[in-house]
């Protein structure tokens, strides 16, 4: 393994500087470089980081956007760096002693292998490195498709190997003997119990699923069975401790969802004991074991379920324990539907019916069938009783389990009489409370608005009522429902839709669910729910403009507050965009570390200890990794990702400010270039989406995009000067705030004669890509517009679906960001108004067009209805569809050629470069995925792209 010299390195360059007299002089810095689209491939990130338990070792992946990445290894108190390459999906033991991962083979060996088009089993393989956090040594095991680690014990770890395809066995058939049996995914492979701290190991053959306890007591497996009596198929379970291990289920067939309790003590798992791969009905058996028990006891199937008759057990559904062993919950369903398997494919009709019963719509159901398929209804097993009782019901189908499964009642949630409104996208249900005793229900709520919650132990509902915006709690002991922030603001402030505006959040609740901890637009809260009146501001935020928020240091608290115990606070300042941690407590809130920089909520704890891990960044500093305690006294950097920026012209931003056409003072983003001249003149984009000058600090990668949007940190490193603008809407008329807010900020950075007006760009995606086609048809400002995902006619995209749910495109303009405010029929006038499409021959503006044709979220016929009335009218136009894309880009090297492309068409016009071949020439069809006509045009006759 290679040691990391990096930060020594550093330090060894920073002391030559200063060396005495007679030495060689410090060489100028070299010319810094504008970023180019080569390098992304190369350029790291930091994509996951932990802490070990002890707080000893900080871990975090450098990886490149394509290549091998590599861990790093740093030993806090140790001062230790050490690297791992390719490490991925790496585990830290419970107890600090391992780091467990898989070790990815090369990049570049596995393209190769694809090239060579070698079959899957064939393909270089996962390798598994355990890494010991006191000794540095690594451990490296090849071709392991798996590995797992218990998860609240150190000790052990499982891992699986794939091995290689087994040769043929000619021997078989010669000598008239069963042909030896093969690993593979149906018979299993091989699995490794290996002892971290004796070394030792035990292997188990043809296994085809396995699990620890959380508390690492046992192991257990499910194995296919070898040819000799030694090992049976079934399921077995190894206790830790002495390593023996026990038979509790024998039978063929496919078995799988093992489930251990808390404890460790029980287990559960569903098995199919019909051993036909063909079969289309799997009719399902639920076991349970409990520690003593000879075998497994069958406690559910379909003879013995607690759901409707003819209902099955479900192999889909997730088995969990209550948190205290006392109840088992499972999954029931109906017995699905299955084809005639004897018409032939040409006799089946395939015809969709839209009914006025369908709960959704069709499209709705195809984006869910599948897992529609697999629905099961919550069901729960009592092994003390060995009662079964179903919980969830076909018109109730969604459960809540109350006190970590632990309470006699779980809450229960339907929203069959609203489901079938699929213009209203807010959630609706009934809750009711559902015994797990006897199954009986209690009304909760009806027609709630809300996403309904339970207090850590059980004592109360609540929820922020979208309707009502105030929360509420219902008390699970009285029945009776309380609102708890009567004439107080508690929903968003800042909210501009047609609709009702959403809750800021909670953090929490006290032990015993005395205190319920609530935020509104700045502050924290507390509330009683069993005394309303008791409402009380925690943190004085309004007054400064400053918002503070809790960290939640603990993912295992279950939103539990300790107020005797100090809260670490993020916190942010809305007037200076400084943003940083505090901490409060009793009444006392302390800044512990406050800046010019967006400081991350997402702060990482050591279990054990108080040490943590967090990031902040600025535009020009990349987000490495600090480390320090709760104190955040002592802070260091343990990256140095940042370093990469250092070779290239990166830039600056600062706020603007500008008033509205409707009298509002605005904020908005400026990048200008590192090395800004205000002398000279200087292209601008424009590029917008709603409210962006929250995001000042943030740090942008190089990167190609996956959208119209161009990369700021590129845009200034070439020259340009990015404007990004807020905005602010009014119902009903979309299109024109846009006009209102984007055009007055750019007018007036027009006063400033460093900004070239006759070189503006606009660019936007999706609600951007609308507001971009918009403002092409109301001025003649822009040189260049590239709208991305557009839409150009509200009046045929309201009756659309959005593909990736499948849900009416309705509501987008009735309720959220399209923000008409009404339906086609009764704000006619203003669907027509705000739809660029009727305005086209007002344009003078080219566009560069981006809609892919599988777009899950705005059909691409939006696209097309633009291009085609432009290219009609004559205007310069181009639309780029990348084949089976939706609504961003997906797939890398559509977003490497997208983001060349629109570089080329911005440059063309705002800068003269020369137009590329596609441009110029077009791309025939018969030429797509042949030649791309990136070459610049400049030699043909007609090379110059037409205003």
């Known amino acids: 393994m290679k040691k990391l010299l990096l930060l020594p390195l550093l330090v060894l360059t920073s002391m030559a500087y200063g060396q005495k007299k007679g030495k060689k002089p410090t060489p100028p810095p070299q010319p810094k470089k504008a970023l180019t689209h080569s390098v992304y491939d190369g350029w790291k990130s930091i994509t996951y980081r932990t802490l070990s338990n002890d707080g000893d070792w900080a871990i975090y992946t450098a990886n490149p956007q394509e290549g091998d990445g590599n861990a790093i290894f740093y030993g806090l108190k140790k001062s230790k760096i050490d690297s791992v390459q390719r490490a991925a999906d790496i585990r830290v033991s419970y107890d600090s002693e391992v780091a467990v991962f898989k070790i990815k083979p090369q990049a570049a060996v596995v393209r190769d292998a694809k090239r060579k088009k070698k079959k899957r089993e064939d393909m270089p393989k996962d390798s598994l490195g355990i890494y010991s956090l006191k000794t540095s040594q690594l451990t490296k095991i090849p071709k392991v498709s798996s590995f797992a680690l218990p998860e609240k014990a150190g ?91 026990q038979k509790v289920f024998e039978a063929k067939g496919k078995t799988k969802k093992l489930s251990f309790d808390e404890a460790g003590d029980q287990l559960a798992f569903v098995t199919d004991p019909d051993t036909n791969a063909k079969s289309l ?8 074991w409990k520690s003593g028990q000879a075998q497994a006891l069958k406690v559910a199937d379909q003879a013995n379920q607690p759901g409707p008759k003819g209902w099955l057990v479900s192999g889909d559904a997730p088995l969990a324990f209550a948190k205290n062993g006392s109840k088992l919950f499972f999954g029931t369903a109906p017995v699905p539907a299955v084809a005639d398997t004897t018409m032939l494919p040409e006799e089946v009709v395939n015809v969709e019916v839209w009914g006025p019963k369908d709960r959704t719509l069709q499209p709705q159901q195809k984006v869910t069938a599948e897992r529609d398929k697999k629905r099961s209804y919550t069901a729960v097993y009592d092994p003390a009783t060995n009662a079964l009782r ?146 009380t501001r925690l943190t004085k935020g309004r007054e400064v403009k400053k918002t503070y928020r809790f960290i939640n240091l603990d993912p295992e608290d279950r939103g539990l507050v300790d107020p005797s115990k100090p809260q670490l606070v993020h916190l942010f300042d809305h007037t200076t965009k400084a943003s940083g941690y505090a901490q409060w407590s009793g009444s006392t809130l302390t800044v512990l570390h406050q800046g010019d920089f967006a400081a991350s909520p997402m702060v990482t704890k050591a279990k054990n200890t108080n040490d943590l891990l967090f990031t902040k960044t600025t535009f020009r500093e990349y987000p490495d990794l600090m480390a320090t305690d709760l104190s955040f006294k002592n802070i260091r950097k343990i990256s140095n990702l940042g370093e990469q920026t250092k070779a290239y012209r990166w830039g600056t931003v600062e706020m603007v400010s500008w008033v509205s056409g409707d009298g509002v003072t605005l904020q908005g983003l400026l990048y200008k270039p590192d090395d800004f001249d205000s002398t000279k003149k200087y292209p601008m984009i424009t590029y917008f989406y709603e409210k962006e000058s929250d995001n000042i600090h943030n740090f942008v990668t190089p990167a190609p995009t996956a959208s119209a949007r161009n990369n700021y940190a590129y845009s200034v490193s070439n020259g340009y000067i990015v404007f990004v603008p807020d905005i602010v809407y009014q119902d009903g008329y979309p299109g024109p705030s846009a006009y209102s807010c984007i055009i007055p900020g750019v007018l007036k950075l027009l006063e400033n004669p460093w900004v070239d007006r006759t070189r503006l760009g606009i660019v936007g995606h999706s609600w951007g890509g609308y507001q971009t086609a918009y403002l092409i048809t109301k001025t003649n400002l822009f040189k260049t517009a590239v709208p991305g995902a557009p839409v150009a006619n509200m009046t045929s995209a309201y009756g659309g679906i959005r593909w990736g ?142 205003r």
């Not at 699970?476 to 603001?489: E, F, N, S």
């Open 390 to 535: 179903q919980l969830a019901t076909t018109e109730m189908d969604e459960i809540l389990p109350v006190a970590d499964g632990n309470a006699d009642y779980v809450v229960a949630l339907s929203d069959l009489k609203y489901s079938h409104e699929h213009w209203d996208w807010n959630s609706r249900n009934d809750a009711y409370v559902v015994s797990t005793k006897d199954g009986s229900k209690k009304l909760i709520g009806e027609n709630i608005r809300g996403n309904i919650r339970m207090s850590p132990e059980g004592k109360y509902a609540y929820w922020f009522s979208l309707s009502d915006t105030a929360w509420f709690a219902h008390s699970i002991a009285t029945g009776k429902t309380v609102q708890l922030t009567k004439d107080r603001k508690f929903a968003d402030e800042d909210d501009d839709h047609p609709d009702f505006p959403r809750g800021y959040g909670s953090t929490g609740w006290t032990k015993g669910d005395a205190l319920l901890y609530i935020y509104d637009k700045y502050d924290v809260w507390t509330v009683d729910p069993a005394n309303p009146t008791s409402l």
């Open 155 to 245: 000790g052990f770890v499982a891992y699986q190997l794939e091995t290689p395809a087994a040769k043929r066995d000619t021997t078989a058939r010669r000598t008239n003997r069963k042909p030896a049996k093969k690993e593979s995914e149906e018979n299993g492979y091989q699995l490794v119990l290996k002892n971290l701290k004796s070394g030792t190991q035990t292997s188990y053959s043809f296994v085809t699923d396995y699990a620890f306890s959380k508390n690492g007591k046992r192991l257990a497996y499910v194995t296919t069975g070898n040819d000799s009596t030694v090992k049976l198929p079934g399921v077995y379970v190894v206790d830790l401790a002495n390593g023996s291990s």
């Open 805 to 946: 749910t499948g849900l009416s495109r309705q509501a987008q303009y009735e309720h959220t960001q399209s923000r008409i405010g009404g339906t086609l029929w009764e704000k006619t006038q203003q669907y027509l108004d705000n739809s660029p499409l009727f305005y086209l021959p007002n344009v003078q503006t080219p566009a560069l067009i981006l809609h892919n044709d599988e777009d899950d979220a705005v059909p691409w016929y939006q696209g097309i209805e633009l291009y085609v009335g432009l290219k009609r009218l004559g205007k310069p136009a181009w639309m780029l569809n990348y084949n089976t894309e939706k609504h961003g880009l997906r797939v890398r090297k559509n977003q490497k050629d997208w983001t060349i492309r629109m570089w080329q068409y911005l440059d063309h016009y705002l800068k003269d470069a020369p137009a590329p071949q596609w441009m110029v020439e077009g791309l025939p069809m018969i030429e797509k995925g042949v030649n791309q006509r990136l070459e610049p045009a400049a030699a043909l006759p007609s090379a110059k792209a037409t």
């Open 281 to 288: 009905v799997h009719y399902h058996q639920l076991y349970y």
